[in-house]
Protein backbone atom coordinates (compact mmCIF):
# COMPACT_ATOMS: atom_id res chain seq x y z
CA UNK A 1 0.00 0.00 0.00
CA UNK A 2 1.48 3.29 -1.01
CA UNK A 3 1.69 6.22 1.75
CA UNK A 4 0.16 9.41 1.03
CA UNK A 5 3.60 11.11 1.00
CA UNK A 6 4.31 9.34 -1.86
CA UNK A 7 1.20 9.35 -3.69
CA UNK A 8 1.15 12.89 -3.75
CA UNK A 9 4.47 13.91 -4.41
CA UNK A 10 5.03 16.89 -6.47
CA UNK A 11 5.83 15.68 -9.69
CA UNK A 12 5.74 18.93 -11.53
CA UNK A 13 7.66 22.24 -10.15
CA UNK A 14 4.09 23.58 -10.11
CA UNK A 15 3.17 20.98 -7.93
CA UNK A 16 5.78 22.66 -5.16
CA UNK A 17 4.12 24.30 -2.00
CA UNK A 18 5.60 27.29 -0.10
CA UNK A 19 9.03 27.55 -2.55
CA UNK A 20 7.86 30.03 -4.59
CA UNK A 21 11.21 31.74 -5.03
CA UNK A 22 13.14 28.33 -5.69
CA UNK A 23 11.06 27.04 -8.39
CA UNK A 24 10.59 30.57 -10.37
CA UNK A 25 14.61 30.92 -10.62
CA UNK A 26 14.82 26.83 -11.63
CA UNK A 27 11.40 27.83 -14.21
CA UNK A 28 13.60 30.19 -15.75
CA UNK A 29 16.68 28.59 -15.95
CA UNK A 30 15.07 25.82 -17.89
CA UNK A 31 13.31 28.77 -20.12
CA UNK A 32 17.16 29.77 -20.86
CA UNK A 33 18.60 26.69 -21.13
CA UNK A 34 15.43 25.57 -24.20
CA UNK A 35 16.56 28.98 -25.42
CA UNK A 36 20.05 28.40 -26.05
CA UNK A 37 19.30 25.18 -27.88
CA UNK A 38 19.27 22.70 -24.87
CA UNK A 39 22.55 23.70 -22.88
CA UNK A 40 22.16 24.41 -19.36
CA UNK A 41 24.27 27.04 -17.98
CA UNK A 42 24.57 25.88 -14.74
CA UNK A 43 25.53 22.17 -13.66
CA UNK A 44 25.60 22.11 -9.98
CA UNK A 45 23.05 23.10 -7.60
CA UNK A 46 22.58 22.88 -3.82
CA UNK A 47 19.26 22.67 -2.53
CA UNK A 48 19.51 23.16 1.36
CA UNK A 49 16.73 23.52 3.57
CA UNK A 50 14.77 21.45 6.38
CA UNK A 51 13.08 17.99 6.12
CA UNK A 52 10.38 16.98 4.37
CA UNK A 53 10.10 20.61 2.18
CA UNK A 54 11.06 18.87 -0.89
CA UNK A 55 14.63 19.05 -1.70
CA UNK A 56 14.76 15.55 -3.21
CA UNK A 57 11.46 16.19 -4.70
CA UNK A 58 12.56 19.30 -7.21
CA UNK A 59 16.16 17.23 -7.95
CA UNK A 60 13.75 14.49 -9.49
CA UNK A 61 11.94 17.01 -11.25
CA UNK A 62 14.36 18.99 -12.73
CA UNK A 63 16.10 15.67 -13.79
CA UNK A 64 13.00 14.94 -15.13
CA UNK A 65 12.24 18.34 -16.99
CA UNK A 66 16.53 18.13 -18.30
CA UNK A 67 15.82 14.83 -19.86
CA UNK A 68 11.96 15.42 -21.31
CA UNK A 69 11.94 15.08 -25.30
CA UNK A 70 10.39 18.64 -25.54
CA UNK A 71 13.12 19.67 -22.75
CA UNK A 72 14.44 21.64 -21.16
CA UNK A 73 11.27 22.35 -20.23
CA UNK A 74 9.71 23.64 -16.78
CA UNK A 75 6.73 21.55 -17.75
CA UNK A 76 8.05 18.10 -18.55
CA UNK A 77 5.31 16.31 -20.74
CA UNK A 78 4.94 13.20 -18.41
CA UNK A 79 4.64 10.40 -21.75
CA UNK A 80 8.07 10.66 -23.40
CA UNK A 81 9.98 7.32 -22.12
CA UNK A 82 12.88 10.14 -20.54
CA UNK A 83 9.56 10.78 -18.25
CA UNK A 84 8.32 7.78 -17.12
CA UNK A 85 12.07 6.23 -16.92
CA UNK A 86 12.44 9.52 -14.05
CA UNK A 87 9.43 8.35 -12.04
CA UNK A 88 11.30 5.50 -10.98
CA UNK A 89 15.27 6.66 -10.56
CA UNK A 90 16.40 2.95 -9.37
CA UNK A 91 15.52 2.07 -12.91
CA UNK A 92 17.13 4.46 -14.99
CA UNK A 93 20.38 4.27 -15.71
CA UNK A 94 20.66 8.27 -16.43
CA UNK A 95 19.69 9.42 -13.15
CA UNK A 96 22.23 8.38 -10.02
CA UNK A 97 20.58 9.19 -6.47
CA UNK A 98 23.48 8.51 -3.84
CA UNK A 99 22.78 8.44 -0.03
CA UNK A 100 25.86 10.49 1.50
CA UNK A 101 25.38 9.45 4.59
CA UNK A 102 26.08 5.45 3.20
CA UNK A 103 28.88 6.17 0.75
CA UNK A 104 30.79 9.74 2.33
CA UNK A 105 34.36 7.94 2.02
CA UNK A 106 36.94 9.51 -0.26
CA UNK A 107 37.03 6.16 -2.13
CA UNK A 108 32.85 6.74 -3.32
CA UNK A 109 33.80 10.08 -4.27
CA UNK A 110 37.15 8.75 -6.25
CA UNK A 111 34.63 6.42 -7.92
CA UNK A 112 32.13 9.11 -8.53
CA UNK A 113 34.54 11.00 -10.31
CA UNK A 114 35.45 8.27 -12.43
CA UNK A 115 32.38 7.11 -13.09
CA UNK A 116 31.39 10.70 -14.36
CA UNK A 117 33.05 10.54 -17.49
CA UNK A 118 30.43 8.06 -18.87
CA UNK A 119 28.50 9.16 -21.01
CA UNK A 120 24.25 8.91 -20.81
CA UNK A 121 22.41 6.13 -21.86
CA UNK A 122 19.60 7.60 -23.88
CA UNK A 123 18.73 10.83 -22.25
CA UNK A 124 20.16 14.36 -22.39
CA UNK A 125 21.93 14.84 -19.34
CA UNK A 126 23.28 12.50 -16.65
CA UNK A 127 22.01 13.83 -13.45
CA UNK A 128 23.37 12.72 -9.84
CA UNK A 129 21.17 13.27 -6.83
CA UNK A 130 23.66 13.27 -3.39
CA UNK A 131 21.31 13.58 -1.03
CA UNK A 132 21.93 14.02 2.54
CA UNK A 133 26.02 15.82 0.93
CA UNK A 134 27.26 17.63 4.43
CA UNK A 135 27.52 13.60 5.72
CA UNK A 136 30.58 13.17 3.03
CA UNK A 137 33.81 13.34 4.71
CA UNK A 138 36.42 16.18 4.07
CA UNK A 139 38.56 13.94 1.91
CA UNK A 140 35.81 13.40 -0.46
CA UNK A 141 34.69 16.71 -0.53
CA UNK A 142 38.17 18.24 -1.76
CA UNK A 143 38.02 14.89 -4.56
CA UNK A 144 34.72 16.81 -5.53
CA UNK A 145 35.87 19.80 -5.60
CA UNK A 146 37.01 19.65 -9.54
CA UNK A 147 34.50 17.96 -11.13
CA UNK A 148 31.89 20.37 -9.41
CA UNK A 149 33.93 23.39 -11.16
CA UNK A 150 34.43 22.00 -14.43
CA UNK A 151 31.80 18.29 -15.12
CA UNK A 152 31.32 17.43 -18.15
CA UNK A 153 28.72 18.72 -20.57
CA UNK A 154 26.02 16.39 -20.14
CA UNK A 155 26.69 15.70 -16.31
CA UNK A 156 24.21 17.63 -13.59
CA UNK A 157 24.92 17.28 -9.66
CA UNK A 158 22.25 18.48 -7.50
CA UNK A 159 23.25 17.97 -3.78
CA UNK A 160 20.92 18.29 -1.12
CA UNK A 161 21.75 19.00 2.49
CA UNK A 162 19.31 19.70 5.90
CA UNK A 163 23.04 20.97 7.47
CA UNK A 164 23.89 23.99 4.84
CA UNK A 165 26.40 24.98 7.76
CA UNK A 166 28.32 21.66 7.82
CA UNK A 167 28.93 22.23 3.46
CA UNK A 168 32.57 23.36 2.95
CA UNK A 169 32.47 26.73 1.41
CA UNK A 170 34.88 25.93 -1.00
CA UNK A 171 32.18 23.37 -2.16
CA UNK A 172 29.25 26.30 -1.66
CA UNK A 173 31.75 28.30 -3.94
CA UNK A 174 31.06 26.26 -7.09
CA UNK A 175 27.26 25.77 -6.80
CA UNK A 176 24.49 27.44 -7.08
CA UNK A 177 22.64 27.38 -3.83
CA UNK A 178 18.71 26.98 -3.31
CA UNK A 179 17.41 27.26 0.06
CA UNK A 180 14.12 25.23 0.89
CA UNK A 181 12.55 27.18 3.40
CA UNK A 182 9.52 25.99 6.15
CA UNK A 183 6.22 25.65 4.42
CA UNK A 184 3.56 27.77 6.07
CA UNK A 185 1.12 26.53 7.85
CA UNK A 186 -2.03 27.97 5.66
CA UNK A 187 -0.38 26.00 2.90
CA UNK A 188 -0.17 22.87 4.76
CA UNK A 189 -3.62 23.30 5.64
CA UNK A 190 -4.44 23.86 2.19
CA UNK A 191 -2.61 20.77 0.75
CA UNK A 192 -4.02 18.46 3.23
CA UNK A 193 -7.66 19.46 2.71
CA UNK A 194 -7.19 18.93 -0.91
CA UNK A 195 -5.82 15.48 -0.48
CA UNK A 196 -8.71 14.54 1.89
CA UNK A 197 -10.84 15.63 -0.84
CA UNK A 198 -9.03 13.56 -3.93
CA UNK A 199 -9.31 10.26 -1.15
CA UNK A 200 -12.70 11.24 -0.38
CA UNK A 201 -12.30 11.78 3.66
CA UNK A 202 -14.42 13.80 5.95
CA UNK A 203 -12.59 16.15 8.44
CA UNK A 204 -13.58 18.60 10.87
CA UNK A 205 -12.58 21.67 11.58
CA UNK A 206 -9.65 22.90 13.18
CA UNK A 207 -8.48 18.73 12.67
CA UNK A 208 -6.76 19.80 9.47
CA UNK A 209 -5.39 22.89 11.56
CA UNK A 210 -3.67 20.80 14.23
CA UNK A 211 -2.12 18.55 11.60
CA UNK A 212 -0.75 21.33 9.61
CA UNK A 213 1.06 22.81 12.96
CA UNK A 214 2.06 19.33 13.93
CA UNK A 215 3.86 19.83 10.84
CA UNK A 216 6.55 22.02 11.82
CA UNK A 217 6.74 23.23 8.10
CA UNK A 218 7.25 19.73 6.41
CA UNK A 219 4.86 18.91 4.09
CA UNK A 220 6.18 15.47 4.40
CA UNK A 221 5.20 15.18 8.05
CA UNK A 222 2.11 16.69 7.71
CA UNK A 223 1.11 14.14 5.30
CA UNK A 224 2.30 11.02 6.92
CA UNK A 225 0.46 12.38 10.40
CA UNK A 226 -2.47 12.31 8.20
CA UNK A 227 -2.22 8.55 6.76
CA UNK A 228 -1.98 7.61 10.61
CA UNK A 229 -5.18 9.50 11.44
CA UNK A 230 -7.44 8.09 8.30
CA UNK A 231 -6.55 4.97 9.30
CA UNK A 232 -7.02 5.26 13.05
CA UNK A 233 -10.64 7.03 12.66
CA UNK A 234 -11.64 4.89 9.53
CA UNK A 235 -11.64 7.21 6.78
CA UNK A 236 -12.64 10.19 9.22
CA UNK A 237 -10.35 13.23 10.68
CA UNK A 238 -11.74 14.47 13.55
CA UNK A 239 -10.17 16.35 16.22
CA UNK A 240 -10.28 14.61 18.95
CA UNK A 241 -8.47 11.88 17.06
CA UNK A 242 -5.98 14.22 16.06
CA UNK A 243 -5.13 14.92 19.53
CA UNK A 244 -5.11 11.43 20.96
CA UNK A 245 -2.44 10.49 17.99
CA UNK A 246 -0.66 13.36 18.51
CA UNK A 247 -0.53 13.38 22.25
CA UNK A 248 -2.17 16.83 22.14
CA UNK A 249 -4.07 17.90 25.43
CA UNK A 250 -8.08 18.06 25.05
CA UNK A 251 -8.65 21.82 23.83
CA UNK A 252 -11.59 21.71 26.95
CA UNK A 253 -8.24 21.78 29.14
CA UNK A 254 -6.75 24.26 27.76
CA UNK A 255 -9.52 26.33 27.69
CA UNK A 256 -10.29 25.41 31.53
CA UNK A 257 -6.51 26.30 32.32
CA UNK A 258 -6.64 29.78 30.70
CA UNK A 259 -9.89 30.61 32.66
CA UNK A 260 -8.39 29.76 35.42
CA UNK A 261 -5.92 31.81 35.10
CA UNK A 262 -7.64 35.09 33.60
CA UNK A 263 -9.55 34.51 37.18
CA UNK A 264 -6.50 34.79 39.00
CA UNK A 265 -8.19 31.57 41.12
CA UNK A 266 -5.11 29.43 42.09
CA UNK A 267 -7.67 26.91 43.62
CA UNK A 268 -8.76 25.97 39.77
CA UNK A 269 -5.28 26.59 38.72
CA UNK A 270 -4.16 23.22 40.94
CA UNK A 271 -7.26 21.59 39.63
CA UNK A 272 -6.74 21.85 36.20
CA UNK A 273 -2.95 20.44 37.13
CA UNK A 274 -4.29 17.44 38.93
CA UNK A 275 -6.74 16.82 36.19
CA UNK A 276 -3.32 16.59 33.53
CA UNK A 277 -1.30 14.76 35.38
CA UNK A 278 -4.46 11.78 35.78
CA UNK A 279 -4.17 12.26 32.15
CA UNK A 280 -0.30 11.33 31.34
CA UNK A 281 -0.54 14.69 29.78
CA UNK A 282 3.03 15.67 27.95
CA UNK A 283 3.57 19.00 29.73
CA UNK A 284 5.73 20.21 26.97
CA UNK A 285 2.87 19.90 24.44
CA UNK A 286 0.20 21.20 26.83
CA UNK A 287 2.61 24.24 27.28
CA UNK A 288 2.94 24.96 23.76
CA UNK A 289 -0.95 24.51 23.34
CA UNK A 290 -1.39 27.08 26.61
CA UNK A 291 1.21 29.53 25.30
CA UNK A 292 -1.01 29.75 21.96
CA UNK A 293 -4.71 29.92 23.47
CA UNK A 294 -3.12 32.47 25.69
CA UNK A 295 -1.57 34.28 22.64
CA UNK A 296 -4.95 34.10 20.75
CA UNK A 297 -6.74 35.87 23.27
CA UNK A 298 -4.41 38.66 24.06
CA UNK A 299 -4.32 39.27 20.64
CA UNK A 300 -8.67 39.45 20.63
CA UNK A 301 -8.22 41.66 23.29
CA UNK A 302 -6.22 43.89 21.75
CA UNK A 303 -8.16 44.17 18.31
CA UNK A 304 -11.21 44.82 20.81
CA UNK A 305 -9.28 47.84 22.27
CA UNK A 306 -8.72 46.46 25.84
CA UNK A 307 -6.63 49.35 28.01
CA UNK A 308 -2.80 49.85 28.51
CA UNK A 309 -2.88 47.94 32.16
CA UNK A 310 -4.70 44.95 30.76
CA UNK A 311 -2.51 45.02 27.86
CA UNK A 312 0.73 44.97 30.21
CA UNK A 313 -1.15 42.44 32.39
CA UNK A 314 -1.40 40.08 29.61
CA UNK A 315 2.37 40.86 28.38
CA UNK A 316 3.86 40.08 32.12
CA UNK A 317 1.73 37.19 32.68
CA UNK A 318 3.05 35.96 28.74
CA UNK A 319 6.84 36.68 29.69
CA UNK A 320 6.58 35.40 32.75
CA UNK A 321 5.02 32.01 31.25
CA UNK A 322 7.51 32.25 28.30
CA UNK A 323 10.69 32.34 30.58
CA UNK A 324 9.76 28.60 32.20
CA UNK A 325 9.52 26.94 28.92
CA UNK A 326 13.41 26.36 29.21
CA UNK A 327 13.25 25.24 32.93
CA UNK A 328 9.78 23.01 31.63
CA UNK A 329 12.61 21.28 29.27
CA UNK A 330 15.16 20.79 32.03
CA UNK A 331 13.63 19.65 34.54
CA UNK A 332 12.84 16.20 36.28
CA UNK A 333 9.89 17.29 37.86
CA UNK A 334 8.10 19.22 34.41
CA UNK A 335 4.80 19.21 37.29
CA UNK A 336 6.05 21.13 39.44
CA UNK A 337 7.31 23.32 37.36
CA UNK A 338 4.16 24.00 35.72
CA UNK A 339 2.20 24.14 38.94
CA UNK A 340 4.64 26.79 40.18
CA UNK A 341 4.79 29.27 37.22
CA UNK A 342 0.68 28.87 36.35
CA UNK A 343 0.30 30.07 40.54
CA UNK A 344 2.18 33.06 40.00
CA UNK A 345 0.80 33.81 36.67
CA UNK A 346 -2.47 34.05 38.69
CA UNK A 347 -1.05 36.27 41.26
CA UNK A 348 -0.12 39.14 38.94
CA UNK A 349 -3.62 40.38 38.36
CA UNK A 350 -3.79 40.98 42.24
CA UNK A 351 -1.42 43.72 42.36
CA UNK A 352 -1.82 47.28 42.27
CA UNK A 353 -0.38 49.33 39.95
CA UNK A 354 2.19 51.81 41.21
CA UNK A 355 0.25 55.00 41.56
CA UNK A 356 -2.73 53.14 43.11
CA UNK A 357 0.27 52.44 45.55
CA UNK A 358 1.49 55.41 45.45
CA UNK A 359 -2.16 57.11 46.40
CA UNK A 360 -2.35 55.12 49.46
CA UNK A 361 -5.03 52.76 47.75
CA UNK A 362 -5.43 49.33 48.35
CA UNK A 363 -4.35 46.81 45.91
CA UNK A 364 -7.72 45.41 43.63
CA UNK A 365 -9.67 42.19 45.38
CA UNK A 366 -9.68 38.93 44.45
CA UNK A 367 -12.77 37.85 41.92
CA UNK A 368 -15.44 35.53 42.84
CA UNK A 369 -14.02 32.10 42.89
CA UNK A 370 -10.66 33.15 43.61
CA UNK A 371 -7.82 33.66 46.33
CA UNK A 372 -7.13 36.19 48.59
CA UNK A 373 -5.00 39.19 47.11
CA UNK A 374 -1.52 38.90 48.17
CA UNK A 375 0.09 41.92 50.49
CA UNK A 376 1.65 44.43 48.45
CA UNK A 377 5.08 45.33 50.34
CA UNK A 378 7.79 47.76 49.29
CA UNK A 379 9.12 51.21 49.83
CA UNK A 380 6.49 52.87 47.40
CA UNK A 381 4.09 51.56 49.69
CA UNK A 382 2.92 54.47 53.05
CA UNK A 383 1.63 52.82 55.60
CA UNK A 384 -1.39 54.09 57.11
CA UNK A 385 -0.67 55.56 60.36
CA UNK A 386 -2.27 53.16 63.23
CA UNK A 387 -4.53 54.37 65.68
CA UNK A 388 -2.98 54.64 69.54
CA UNK A 389 -4.10 51.51 72.04
CA UNK A 390 -6.81 52.44 74.17
CA UNK A 391 -5.58 53.24 78.05
CA UNK A 392 -5.12 50.29 80.06
CA UNK A 393 -7.61 50.69 83.54
CA UNK A 394 -6.34 48.24 85.96
CA UNK A 395 -9.76 46.46 86.93
CA UNK A 396 -10.81 47.01 90.92
CA UNK A 397 -9.27 45.83 93.63
CA UNK A 398 -5.81 45.25 91.52
CA UNK A 399 -2.74 47.07 92.15
CA UNK A 400 -2.21 50.05 89.70
CA UNK A 401 0.72 49.67 86.81
CA UNK A 402 3.41 51.52 88.03
CA UNK A 403 3.53 52.93 84.28
CA UNK A 404 2.99 56.67 83.31
CA UNK A 405 -0.58 57.84 81.98
CA UNK A 406 -0.63 58.72 77.98
CA UNK A 407 -1.41 62.30 78.95
CA UNK A 408 1.68 62.28 81.39
CA UNK A 409 4.10 60.97 79.30
CA UNK A 410 7.00 62.75 77.85
CA UNK A 411 6.73 63.04 74.46
CA UNK A 412 9.42 60.75 72.43
CA UNK A 413 11.35 62.29 69.86
CA UNK A 414 10.66 61.98 66.51
CA UNK A 415 12.96 59.83 64.65
CA UNK A 416 15.21 60.83 61.75
CA UNK A 417 13.84 59.90 58.26
CA UNK A 418 15.18 56.91 56.71
CA UNK A 419 17.72 57.44 54.17
CA UNK A 420 16.11 57.05 50.52
CA UNK A 421 16.25 53.88 49.08
CA UNK A 422 16.42 52.19 52.29
CA UNK A 423 13.21 50.38 54.24
CA UNK A 424 11.85 52.14 57.18
CA UNK A 425 12.04 50.26 60.71
CA UNK A 426 8.91 48.49 61.64
CA UNK A 427 8.14 47.52 65.21
CA UNK A 428 5.82 44.80 66.11
CA UNK A 429 2.93 45.63 68.73
CA UNK A 430 2.51 44.20 72.26
CA UNK A 431 0.61 40.94 72.18
CA UNK A 432 -0.29 41.08 75.51
CA UNK A 433 -2.54 43.53 77.92
CA UNK A 434 0.64 45.36 79.84
CA UNK A 435 1.79 48.27 78.70
CA UNK A 436 4.96 48.87 77.97
CA UNK A 437 7.31 51.66 77.94
CA UNK A 438 9.10 52.26 74.46
CA UNK A 439 12.45 50.74 74.46
CA UNK A 440 15.42 52.69 73.93
CA UNK A 441 16.59 52.94 70.24
CA UNK A 442 20.27 51.23 69.64
CA UNK A 443 22.83 53.96 70.10
CA UNK A 444 24.81 54.41 66.56
CA UNK A 445 28.65 52.74 66.62
CA UNK A 446 31.05 55.68 66.88
CA UNK A 447 32.06 57.22 64.00
CA UNK A 448 35.73 56.00 63.46
CA UNK A 449 38.39 58.66 64.61
CA UNK A 450 40.72 60.34 61.59
CA UNK A 451 44.10 58.56 60.99
CA UNK A 452 46.50 59.79 62.92
CA UNK A 453 49.35 59.49 60.60
CA UNK A 454 48.41 59.07 56.69
CA UNK A 455 51.89 57.77 55.96
CA UNK A 456 51.84 54.98 57.79
CA UNK A 457 50.14 51.81 55.69
CA UNK A 458 49.01 50.05 58.52
CA UNK A 459 46.97 52.90 60.25
CA UNK A 460 45.66 53.93 56.52
CA UNK A 461 44.77 50.59 56.17
CA UNK A 462 43.00 50.30 59.28
CA UNK A 463 41.20 53.50 59.41
CA UNK A 464 40.09 53.42 55.89
CA UNK A 465 38.65 50.01 56.13
CA UNK A 466 37.14 50.92 59.27
CA UNK A 467 35.13 53.63 57.38
CA UNK A 468 33.71 52.01 54.78
CA UNK A 469 32.42 49.50 56.96
CA UNK A 470 30.23 51.79 58.84
CA UNK A 471 29.06 53.67 55.15
CA UNK A 472 25.51 54.41 54.83
CA UNK A 473 23.93 54.38 51.73
CA UNK A 474 23.78 50.53 51.27
CA UNK A 475 27.49 50.26 50.03
CA UNK A 476 28.97 46.63 49.21
CA UNK A 477 30.06 45.34 52.18
CA UNK A 478 33.02 44.15 50.21
CA UNK A 479 34.97 47.11 50.38
CA UNK A 480 36.18 46.77 53.81
CA UNK A 481 38.46 44.42 53.26
CA UNK A 482 39.67 46.06 49.57
CA UNK A 483 42.58 48.75 52.07
CA UNK A 484 44.19 45.26 53.03
CA UNK A 485 44.62 43.59 49.52
CA UNK A 486 45.60 47.00 48.31
CA UNK A 487 49.65 46.49 47.38
CA UNK A 488 49.38 50.25 48.39
CA UNK A 489 47.31 53.13 49.54
CA UNK A 490 48.51 56.67 49.73
CA UNK A 491 46.72 59.94 50.77
CA UNK A 492 48.20 62.67 49.62
CA UNK A 493 47.38 66.20 48.15
CA UNK A 494 43.47 65.33 49.22
CA UNK A 495 43.69 61.82 46.94
CA UNK A 496 43.36 58.80 48.26
CA UNK A 497 45.47 56.56 45.81
CA UNK A 498 44.64 53.14 46.06
CA UNK A 499 47.11 50.86 43.64
CA UNK A 500 45.75 46.38 43.49
CA UNK A 501 47.86 43.52 41.94
CA UNK A 502 45.96 42.42 38.79
CA UNK A 503 45.00 39.49 40.48
CA UNK A 504 42.59 41.18 42.37
CA UNK A 505 40.64 43.28 39.80
CA UNK A 506 36.99 41.53 40.11
CA UNK A 507 36.97 42.48 43.42
CA UNK A 508 38.21 45.92 43.31
CA UNK A 509 35.23 46.32 40.80
CA UNK A 510 32.87 47.08 43.31
CA UNK A 511 35.13 49.77 44.36
CA UNK A 512 35.03 51.45 41.20
CA UNK A 513 31.57 51.04 40.88
CA UNK A 514 31.14 53.16 43.81
CA UNK A 515 33.44 56.33 43.34
CA UNK A 516 31.25 58.53 42.63
CA UNK A 517 28.75 57.63 45.64
CA UNK A 518 29.14 60.53 47.56
CA UNK A 519 28.05 58.23 50.65
CA UNK A 520 31.55 56.84 49.81
CA UNK A 521 33.41 60.14 50.07
CA UNK A 522 31.48 61.21 53.53
CA UNK A 523 32.37 58.21 54.92
CA UNK A 524 36.36 58.82 53.72
CA UNK A 525 36.42 62.17 54.96
CA UNK A 526 35.79 61.15 58.66
CA UNK A 527 39.17 59.57 58.52
CA UNK A 528 40.71 61.40 55.82
CA UNK A 529 39.99 65.18 56.69
CA UNK A 530 40.34 66.62 53.26
CA UNK A 531 39.53 64.04 51.08
CA UNK A 532 38.61 64.98 47.21
CA UNK A 533 38.75 62.48 45.48
CA UNK A 534 40.03 58.58 45.00
CA UNK A 535 41.81 56.93 42.08
CA UNK A 536 42.53 53.52 40.94
CA UNK A 537 45.14 51.75 39.34
CA UNK A 538 46.42 48.12 38.80
CA UNK A 539 49.81 46.81 38.92
CA UNK A 540 51.19 45.69 35.46
CA UNK A 541 51.00 41.82 35.06
CA UNK A 542 54.24 40.65 34.19
CA UNK A 543 54.60 36.85 33.77
CA UNK A 544 57.67 36.90 32.20
CA UNK A 545 60.49 34.65 34.17
CA UNK A 546 64.20 35.91 34.35
CA UNK A 547 65.32 33.21 32.76
CA UNK A 548 63.19 34.51 29.65
CA UNK A 549 64.83 38.01 30.07
CA UNK A 550 67.99 36.91 29.98
CA UNK A 551 68.08 34.59 26.90
CA UNK A 552 66.42 37.59 25.60
CA UNK A 553 69.35 39.66 25.91
CA UNK A 554 71.92 39.53 23.30
CA UNK A 555 75.13 41.08 25.42
CA UNK A 556 74.22 38.22 27.33
CA UNK A 557 73.65 35.55 24.63
CA UNK A 558 77.41 36.81 23.39
CA UNK A 559 78.87 36.05 26.73
CA UNK A 560 77.25 32.90 27.15
CA UNK A 561 78.49 31.68 23.17
CA UNK A 562 82.23 33.16 24.10
CA UNK A 563 82.30 31.41 27.33
CA UNK A 564 80.45 27.91 26.40
CA UNK A 565 79.05 28.60 29.19
CA UNK A 566 75.01 28.02 30.82
CA UNK A 567 72.36 29.36 32.69
CA UNK A 568 72.53 27.20 35.78
CA UNK A 569 70.56 29.16 38.51
CA UNK A 570 69.05 32.50 38.64
CA UNK A 571 69.08 34.46 42.35
CA UNK A 572 67.61 38.35 42.40
CA UNK A 573 69.85 40.21 44.13
CA UNK A 574 69.00 41.86 47.60
Known amino acids: MITLALKYRPRILSDLVGQEASVRALANALKKAKASGGAIHHQAFLFAGVRGTGKTST ?211 LDNCRALTELGTDWISFWRELMMAFRDRMESDVRQGAGPQDLLRWARMLQLLLSRERDLRDTSLPDVVVELALLTAAQLPHLAPLDAMVKGQPAPAARPGGTRPLPVTGTAMAAAPMAPPPPVRPAPGSAQPSVLAPAARPTPPVPPSPAPGTRPAMTAAPTSGQVEAPSAAPSPSAAPAPVKDPGNLEQLRKGVGEALRQAPGGLPRTLGSLPHMATALTFQDGVLQWLFPPNVRNTAQDLERELSNPHLLEALRQVLPGLARTAITYETENRERPEDVLRADPSFQRLLADTSGEIVEVRREE
Open 59 to 269: ARILARALNCMEGPTAEPCGVCDSCRASEQPDQNMDIVEIDAASRSSVEDARALREQVQTRPAFCRYRVYIIDEVHMMSRSAFDALLKILEEPPSHAVFVLATTELQDVPDTIKSRVQIFPFRLIPVAMVEARLRWVCEQEGVTWEEGSLRLLAEAGQGSMRDALTTLDRVISAGEGHVGEAMVREQLGIVPAVRVQAMLEALLAADSGAV
